[in-house]
């Protein structure tokens, strides 16, 4: 139905920036929220941000805060994920997800189980 494809992920020094891409395909009549989770190995998936439809509300976990920007391109059916001064704690592999609705609350926006469709994920690693 939905597909979404990920990219930009790769190996940078601590400090350096990645910018991810996150593109919806096929059916995409109805792509509301937007966002990504990530896990590293051993550790829980958690949270790391998200969009609404418009664009108009954006929301980030406060290890992220101040240095990754989230944004979206609706004509492309895609979103960006900006990520500057990269730290090793970011290393995990990175997941966009997809709803086809948009949320009421913050607490949906970060709940994996909120999104309907998710991506292949993309390997951030960030080097100590």
């Known amino acids: 139905q939905v597909q979404l494809v990920e990219s930009g992920g790769g190996l940078v020094q601590t400090g350096g920036s990645l910018r991810l891409s996150c593109t919806a395909s096929?059916?995409?009549?109805?792509?509301?929220?937007m966002g990504w989770f990530r896990q590293a190995p051993g550790k829980e998936r958690e949270f790391v941000v998200a969009?609404?439809?418009?664009?108009?509300?954006?929301y980030y976990a406060d290890s992220v805060k101040g240095r990754f920007t989230i944004s979206r391109d609706n004509a492309k059916n895609t979103a960006y994920l900006q990520m500057n001064s990269l730290k090793p704690e970011d290393t995990a592999v990175y997941y966009c997800?997809?709803?086809?609705?948009?949320?009421?609350?913050?607490?949906?926006?970060?709940?994996?189980?909120?999104?309907?469709?998710w991506g292949q994920g993309t390997q951030v690693t960030v080097s100590s």
């Open positions: 969009i609404s439809r418009g664009g108009g509300a954006t």
């Open positions: 096929g059916r995409t009549f109805s792509v509301g929220a």
């Open positions: 997800v997809v709803d086809g609705s948009t949320f009421s609350s913050e607490r949906m926006f970060a709940t994996w189980e909120s999104y309907r469709y």
